[in-house]
């Protein structure tokens, strides 16, 4: 539609909300602020719970174990809570299961319930083949007075593929969107901590006006540019809960995910110096070394058999019956570009094997 212009829902025949045209404000990745996004809340919950489904907000899941121990062929009692606040456990009894959590979601419930017995027999690949994407994320912000607004146009509009196993894209923030800079410090990187923190004391030093502009900026998201570098080169993590952590690492194949890739890196530099500026990156990825990733994938992979992966080709968990993951736990490969339009795509084929329900004698 025309920007800032309401029409009917657009995507599925009318069934949904009404919709605004996009306006460009780059608020996209914070949440659209003009009701143009094509958002969850405004599609699958919208049109499910139009059908009669009840969401539960802020609950969580702390138990599921299959009714009858007959490997959840009569169904499943979920069992959740609040998760603000003290809420008292509530269960269901369920015929049906889908783990849609996402990585970070699913795969530490799932490897709490195969511990505590009440899963047992989901495979043992469970937490491995998790993938970070190869990213890095690094943020250039121009010290230049007649700078270009970089917060016009949509958060991620074009992809600039820098080789055979290499992209980048350029992410813009919306206005108000300065937090970020919170979470940065200058990019320095070399294989020992303290040789990095001097790289980042040496920019400061070598470039003292520019880095106290950059710090300070007025307009932060409307002079900076977000630096999304991705990789398909691969290398596997596996999840483990922890005894102190909830959750912890290990490298499993290939070489470990590194908070400096040299592409990346170089790219930073060109762009900071059409921008003049300085490139920041996550203050995790320089203090620590270790990588920042948005795309965090796998840990419940799809596999021809349980020694394989978590789910069948079709989504079902292996050993048991009625239960399907449906997220980013189930991408065994890094595609290294978003991969939020593969994981629907892949959701949408599995559900579309499930039978319709019958509406009138239900």
């Known amino acids: 539609g025309q920007p800032g212009e309401k029409v009917s829902d657009p995507y599925f025949n009318g069934k949904g909300p009404d919709r605004t045209g996009c306006i460009h404000c780059g608020a996209c990745m914070t949440g659209c602020r003009h009701n143009a996004k094509n958002t ?70 799932l490897l709490k319930l195969k511990q505590k017995g009440s899963l047992p027999d989901i495979s043992d690949m469970l937490g491995g083949n998790v993938r970070t994407n190869n990213e890095s994320l690094m943020v250039v912000t121009s010290t230049d007075k007649d700078h270009p607004d970089y917060t016009s146009g949509v958060s991620i509009g074009s992809i600039l593929d820098i080789d055979k196993n290499s992209h980048l894209e350029p992410v813009r923030y919306g206005k108000g969107s300065g937090f970020f800079r919170m979470m940065t410090m200058p990019s320095a990187h070399h294989k020992w901590a303290l040789l990095r923190i001097a790289g980042v004391f040496w920019k400061m030093i070598k470039q003292p006006f520019r880095f106290v502009k950059t710090l300070f900026a007025n307009r932060y998201s409307s002079r900076s540019v977000i630096l999304l570098f991705m990789q398909t080169l691969d290398s596997t993590l596996r999840l483990k809960t922890g005894k102190l952590r909830s ?3 290990e490298a499993e194949s290939g070489p470990l995910p590194s908070g400096h890739i040299p592409e990346a890196s170089k790219l930073a530099r060109k762009v900071s110096a059409k921008l003049n500026g300085i490139p920041y990156s996550n203050f995790y990825d320089v203090i620590r070394g270790t990588p920042t990733t948005a795309h965090i994938l796998g840990g419940a992979v799809m596999g021809k058999d349980p020694t394989k992966g978590v789910i069948d080709k079709n989504n079902n968990v292996f050993g048991y019956k009625n239960m399907m993951v449906c997220d980013g736990s189930m991408i065994s490969a890094n595609p290294g570009v978003n991969p939020s339009l593969s994981i629907t795509a892949i959701s949408e084929l599995a559900m579309s094997r499930i039978p319709a329900k019958d509406m009138e004698s239900s």
Request: proline share 3%; charged share 25%.
């Open 247 to 249: 959750l912890v690492t």
């Open 40 to 109: 969850l809340d405004k599609n699958y919950l919208y049109l499910a719970q139009d059908l009669g489904a009840e969401i539960l907000a802020e609950h969580e899941v702390i138990d599921v174990r299959p009714l009858d121990n007959d490997r959840g062929e009569s169904g499943y009692m979920v069992q959740f809570k609040k998760s603000t606040g003290n809420g008292k456990l509530k269960k269901i009894e369920t015929r049906n299961i889908v783990f849609a959590g996402g990585v970070l979601g699913t795969v530490p419930l």
